[in-house]
């Protein structure tokens, strides 16, 4: 077995930024499959392709921690109790969520970065990743309080999700 490079505690911070990666798959799926039932197939498709990207992020960190010699083990996912009846409940969720681990992420880049300087160059992409999400949930966001409670207006934001997936 590989002699870990990182301290405890540092791989502790991890733990959560892989709870939360694993979380937002777990969470982008309960939004796809509630979306599903009320008939936005766009916003469906959309957070299908988001939660398969988490998967992703997920392993990054698994990759970066294996180089360093660090291993651990997996979290225990608590499924979202939420169920957003509304296309923008379900945008609100995944924003909320996205801005919580951004603000996670610079916290994590402030700290870990100073004692282990590739954890910054790591988190360089989570970041980046991080405020492309808070700002494309921001945007969705905006353009649904335009078209108000408009069921035309709703499908076609669906249909441009579908697009985007
Ligand atoms: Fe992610």
Redesign the pocket.
Known sequence: MKQGLLDQSCVATFDKAIKY?LG?FYLYTHLANAMQTIGYFGAQEYFLAESK??VQ?YQKHIDFLNDLGNFTTLPTLVPEKVIPKTLEQALKLAYDNELD?LEYYRTMYNEEGKEYPEISEHLMF?LK??RE?VGFYGDMLARLSLVKDDSCGILLIDKELKKLA
């Open positions: 990666e937002h990207e988490e992020h681990l989570y990743t991080q999400a």
